[in-house]
């Protein structure tokens, strides 16, 4: 690594330049993680690197860029030592965990990064990192002064109370903190509500429920009150569980907190059955959902079969990202046609939709279609005249029901224009999956998240969110997570396969093809082996 540059530039402030000194192994330094090795030495110190840390008590942190050679990025986050200067160490309790200290190399290096990127040229450059997660020798708190919150936010996902019992679990047996708060309802459970304590014994059995234990809710953000709560409840670590819009209020949570100096870390855990945050492999949850959409799909293909031009027809979630349709169409076999958000469709004319039902239905007498919720919003708003834009409290578009909406579409075709005899059901499981426990997969992947949580937190690393990078778990700053949304990229591999698999048009001219692909980086995508999505 070569050079460091955190928060605005500058004057090194006192404050940040004591606290590198005493994180990197300065005379304060007890010889915590980032002082144990000659390898872990500061960028300063004569081993090639060379640091330019400007990081102060500014209340809007820049991004902590290292950069190093061959074009390699680390995009590191916040630590309590980057604002509090003299900060003390101790040793990390898992070293005397018999379970733990038989594992080779179960700490995690300090220069131990992971690729955003893994598919790559001879000539590529290494482009950017995170930083890895995983237990660090020397952590920044005393077991018994820890006293964590947990709070969920935004709508239901499968995996919310798996995540919720797994920090508390790993909090108590591998870090021995035995208080855990449950701050209820979401955002403003935090001066809005009781809090309840949580213990292993009392969060046991959730696993297997859905939703969340704690309740959530959308709105309601008030940073102020929210880090009044944290500082009066003498809270030190906050475990924020939400999607897109929860990881946004984590971060300016995360930024009061700092102004204050206080000794909070912030963690978020991406929660979204959307898929819809960026960086990671995949939220939590969306593999249960994708299962669950199976059952419904199932459904719509056998009723769809039994009857004469039976069309089966399913709306499952996704307001803006079509993963969820696109999976479950993927694993299914049994879908005629997948319409999601970032793919513009339209219904009437050659190459429309109604074509397609028609072409399908004369060769197998049967079709099954499934709709992202929030596909083909723009022709519905426009079809029912209907300008009105509201949105919930958190301020997320309100939708239309596409599903109804298609459905009376079709109809109206085949069997009033067309007279042709037609046989329609529509099924719309969308809160049926989303209640639902999360699956075996999910629950490994939810204690991964929450265990990874849990070390950063202790190790002192603050306003990051968790989450798997190309299969290994990193911790990655909130401004990274929260710069765009994750969506399908239809000009991508998987959609393509997707295309091949279901045999639908496009619904694309070649104008609409290069308009897709303008400008567009690839994303994070699942189970794609492209260049990055892997
Ligand atoms: N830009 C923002 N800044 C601060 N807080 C926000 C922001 N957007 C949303 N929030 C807060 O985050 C919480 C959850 O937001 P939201 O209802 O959008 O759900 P979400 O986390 O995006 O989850 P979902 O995937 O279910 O939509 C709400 O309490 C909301 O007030
Ligand atoms: O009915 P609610 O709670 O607003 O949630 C609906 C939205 O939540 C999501 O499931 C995301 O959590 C979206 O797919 C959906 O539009
Ligand atoms: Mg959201």
Avoid at 53 to 58: A, K, R, S, Y
Avoid at 194 to 218: A, C, E, F, M, Y
Wanted: proline share 4%; with cysteine.
């Amino acid at each position: 690594m070569r050079s460091v540059s955190a928060g605005v530039g500058g004057a090194i402030a006192p404050a940040a330049a004591a606290a590198f000194k005493s994180r990197h192994g300065g005379a304060e330094a007890d010889g915590g993680d980032h002082a144990l090795k000659k390898k872990f030495a500061c960028p300063n110190s004569g081993n090639g690197f060379s640091k330019l840390p400007t990081m102060g008590l500014e209340s809007n942190s820049k991004p902590k860029i290292v950069t190093g050679e061959f074009g390699y990025t680390l995009e590191d986050v916040p630590h309590l030592s980057d604002y509090i200067p003299h900060l003390p160490t101790y040793p990390n309790p898992l070293q005397d965990n018999l379970a733990y200290s038989a594992v080779r190399q179960y700490f995690v290096d300090y220069d131990d990064t992971v690729a955003q990127k893994v598919v790559v040229h001879k000539d590529t450059a290494r482009g950017v990192h995170f930083r890895r997660a995983g237990p660090c020798q020397r952590v920044y708190f005393e077991s018994d002064d820890v006293h964590a919150c947990i709070v969920t936010c935004g709508g239901l996902c499968p995996g919310l109370n798996t995540v919720i019992r797994e920090i508390v679990c790993g909090l108590n047996y591998m870090y021995g903190v035995k208080s855990v708060l449950g701050i209820d309802g979401g955002y403003r459970g935090f001066y809005s509500k009781n809090t309840r304590s949580l213990t292993p014994k009392g969060v046991n059995d959730i696993h297997k429920r859905g939703g969340t234990v704690l309740g959530t809710s959308r709105g309601g953000h008030d940073t102020k009150k929210i880090v009044d709560s944290i500082q009066d409840r003498g809270i030190n670590q906050v475990y924020i569980i939400g999607g897109d819009g929860t990881q946004k209020g984590a971060a300016v949570i995360f930024e009061e907190v700092r102004r204050r100096g206080l000794k909070v870390s912030v963690a978020g855990i991406p929660k979204t059955i959307d898929n819809d945050i960026p960086v990671i492999d995949k939220s939590f949850g969306f593999d249960s959902a994708v299962e669950e959409a199976e059952r419904a799909i199932n459904a719509a293909h056998v009723e769809a079969t039994s009857f004469e031009n039976g069309i089966g027809l399913v709306k499952l979630m996704g307001r803006y990202s079509g993963f969820i349709a696109m999976y479950a169409t993927l694993a299914s076999r049994d879908v005629d046609c997948c319409l999601i958000p970032e793919s513009p469709f339209y219904l009437e004319g050659p190459g429309g939709l109604f074509e397609y039902i028609d072409k399908r239905l004369k060769e197998h007498g049967h079709m099954v279609i499934v709709i992202a919720e929030g596909a083909g919003q723009e022709m519905l708003s426009e079809s029912l005249r209907s300008t009105a834009q509201q949105a919930d409290a958190s301020g997320n578009k309100l939708l239309q029901d596409v599903g109804l909406w298609i459905s009376q579409r079709i109809k109206d075709h085949f069997s009033k224009e067309r007279k042709m005899t037609i046989n329609l059901k529509y099924i719309d499981p969308t809160y049926m999956i989303r209640a639902i426990p999360s699956n075996a997969s999910d629950n490994v992947y939810c204690t991964l998240l929450a265990q990874s949580a849990v070390h950063g937190a202790m190790a002192g690393y603050t306003g990051f969110t968790v989450g798997p990078v190309n299969g290994r778990h990193a911790y990655i700053p909130f401004h990274r997570i929260n710069e765009k949304q994750n969506n399908v990229v239809i000009t991508d591999r998987m959609w393509a396969r997707l295309l091949s698999s279901t045999n639908q048009p496009s619904f694309l001219s070649t104008k609409d093809i290069i308009e897709a692909s303008k400008g567009e980086e690839p994303p994070t995508a699942l189970l794609d082996d492209g260049e990055e999505t892997k």
